[in-house]
């Protein structure tokens, strides 16, 4: 018995389609894929911007291609970070036994040979 795929056919999302990339065309970097709170969150540093994003969808089936990002870190120089800039960030792994009430992501930032570190961030509004 074959395995059932599901990507995009003549603009259709379905079944029985070949499968697709994620989103052609895009440099994907450390990548987390998570279910909590009877959805999934997908969570990666977005390469041409070197921006952590998230998208949440109710099935791991679900359009992407249709589904909301929401940008959670940006990047920004080393004298302008507060808040949710940070100079070269990395990672935007979801802490494990977050929830969509209480999420948290951990940084890693590494923007010269000896400035290394890892941060956590509790981020607000994630839908």
Not at 55 to 66: C, I, Q, Y
Request: charged share 15%.
């Amino acid at each position: 018995m074959g395995r059932r795929q599901r990507g995009d056919r003549d603009g259709g999302w379905r079944w029985g389609a070949p499968p697709t990339t994620v989103m052609a065309g895009r440099r994907y970097g450390e990548i987390c894929f998570r279910a909590m709170d009877g959805k999934y969150v997908l969570t990666w540093l977005d390469a041409a911007t070197a921006t952590i994003r998230a998208m949440v969808f109710p099935l791991p089936t679900s359009d992407l291609t249709r589904t909301l990002e929401q940008t959670m870190i940006v990047n920004g120089p080393a004298q302008a970070q507060v808040g949710n800039v940070v100079t070269a960030p990395y990672g935007g792994f979801v802490v494990p036994g977050s929830t969509f009430g209480d999420f948290h992501i951990i940084v890693s930032q590494w923007y010269d040979p000896t400035n290394y570190r890892f941060m956590q961030y509790r981020v607000y509004m994630l839908s």
